[in-house]
């Protein structure tokens, strides 16, 4: 258990629509990473944010977009589903956005698109 | 962008067997981490290499950074049942980009009682 939780654990959505995706860090975490893992492959960096600003990009589409709120836990949005979105969602926390802090994991939301 | 090449992509062994799986990178990394996951669940840290040359244990498992900073292997001896799971390297590189994480795409160990 690394005290982050994630919600929902499943979700099922059709192409075109909306979806948003919550993590809760682990007690006095500042820092949120999200990743994308799709089946068979690691995990891709999306985004991070740390003390509500975003502070570093992968390489995803602007209908990816995240929130993190006064309480550090965080949001991401995705806009315009597409069958290719179908992945868990992991997002990490971590006490600082520095080298040598460990992230530590949620037990990610898997996202069907159909 | 940074790519890392894992392999084996999968192992079949005998309980009691030693198992050695590595990462390679096209491109430097200033960190790198090995990570375990289980089915349902979010990857979980097992070492962290911060130094060039760095040689790591932690019970069973050692790794090391390579002297290049484009490779990384890790060792399991001994092996059992519950070291099943699929076993991610990571590289960070702070100066590029940041805290990232860029994993290789996993080995799953599957291991025979």
């Known amino acids: 258990e690394t005290g982050v939780t994630q919600s929902p654990t499943h979700l099922i959505k059709t192409r075109g629509q909306q979806v948003t995706l919550r993590c809760s860090s682990q007690s006095g975490h500042n820092t949120v990473s999200w990743y994308q893992q799709a089946l068979g492959q690691g995990p891709q960096f999306i985004f991070q944010?740390?003390?509500?600003?975003?502070?570093g990009r992968g390489n995803f589409p602007p209908r990816f977009s995240g929130l993190q709120f006064p309480n550090y836990s965080s949001e991401l949005n995705v806009n315009a589903l597409e069958l290719d979105d179908s992945a868990l969602y992991l997002c990490a926390s971590s006490s600082g956005p520095h080298r040598e802090v460990t992230q530590y994991f949620g037990p990610g939301t898997r996202l069907l698109v159909l | 962008g940074q790519q890392l090449n894992q392999s084996p992509q999968s192992m079949f062994i005998q309980e009691g067997e030693d198992v050695s799986m590595n990462c390679t990178s096209s491109s430097i990394f200033n960190t790198w981490l090995w990570y375990k996951q289980d089915p349902g669940e979010g990857p979980v840290l097992l070492i962290a290499?911060?130094?060039?040359?760095e040689l790591t244990s932690n019970g069973r498992l050692t790794a090391q950074f390579g002297i290049t900073r484009k490779d990384s292997f890790l060792n399991i001896s001994a092996s059992i049942p519950s070291d099943v799971g699929i076993y991610f390297c990571a590289g960070q590189n702070k100066e590029t980009s940041g805290s990232r994480l860029t994993f290789g795409e996993g080995t799953q160990l599957t291991v025979n009682p």
């Open positions: 944010y740390y003390r509500e600003e975003e502070n």
């Open positions: 290499l911060y130094k060039a040359g």
